[in-house]
T-cell receptor, first 112, second 112 residues
Framework: QKEVEQNSGPLSVPEGAIASLNCTYS??????FFWYRQYSGKSPELIMS????GDKEDGRFTAQLNKASQYVSLLIRDSQPSDSATYLC????????????FGQGTTLQVKP | ETGVTQSPTHLIKTRGQQVTLRCSSQ?????VSWYQQALGQGPQFIFQ???????GRGNFPPRFSGLQFPNYSSELNVNALELDDSALYLC???????????FGNGTRLTVT
């Protein structure tokens, strides 16, 4: 059973701080990794994708990938109250069906 | 360019009934996939359709079935509804072989 693990939280950070969200996965053949943000009652929204080892930056967001350690992370700099949401880590299954395997999500609370 | 649209937004059914959920793919996308998200969990892959054929299925029983039409829109059918089928049902479309997935707004199904 291929799995994606996240700490469910909640992770609480003060406004302006860096939030660090982590994810581990079991499928060594996976090549594509994604972070989705989900506000309460809404559908997941893609915020980052990463395919190669290292860092990828997009505005206040940085995704980090280490395939050897099977570890993906998301850093949110200058956290804002509007960043308060559940963050879902998703890994594309290596079986070539296009299937995404999701973690259960980490709830982030940014306090003013 | 329109995104993925789903209907209805909300639905209440009684245990044992049947339900059909609908999804219109993003323009140019030939693949549609369906996910079930129970409260507090990450989305779970139900199945994927490519060119009107199912080409991947998750761990869901046969009472979950689907269709993809020539215009790439899709339906998810669930027979003999159970209380545990209460969830947010998400549809996503993509171009086969390419990531990432963008979800529609979802259908919230409540089974009583």
């Amino acid at each position: 059973q291929k799995e994606v693990e996240q700490n469910s939280g909640p992770l609480s950070v003060p406004e302006g701080a860096i939030a660090s969200l982590n994810c581990t996965y079991s499928d060594r053949g996976s090549q594509s990794f994604f972070w989705y943000r989900q506000y309460s009652g809404k559908s997941p929204e893609l915020i980052m994708s990463i395919y190669s080892n290292g860092d990828k930056e997009d505005g206040r967001f940085t995704a980090q990938l280490n395939k050897a350690s099977q570890y993906v992370s998301l850093l949110i700099r200058d956290s804002q109250p509007s960043d308060s949401a559940t963050y879902l880590c998703a890994v594309k299954d290596s079986s070539n069906t296009g299937k995404l395997i999701f973690g259960q999500g980490t709830t982030l609370q940014v306090k003013p | 360019e329109t995104g993925v649209t789903q209907s209805p937004t909300h639905l209440i059914k009684t245990r044992g009934q049947q339900v059909t959920l609908r999804c219109s793919s993003q323009s140019g996308h030939n693949t549609v996939s369906w996910y079930q998200q129970a409260l507090g969990q990450g989305p779970q892959f139900i199945f994927q359709y490519y060119r009107e054929e199912e080409n991947g299925r998750g761990n869901f029983p046969p009472r979950f079935s689907g269709l993809q039409f020539p215009n790439y829109s899709s339906e998810l059918n669930v027979n003999a509804l159970e209380l545990d089928d209460s969830a947010l049902y998400l549809c996503a479309s993509s171009l086969q072989g390419y990531s990432p997935l963008h979800f529609g707004n979802g259908t919230r199904l409540t089974v009583t």
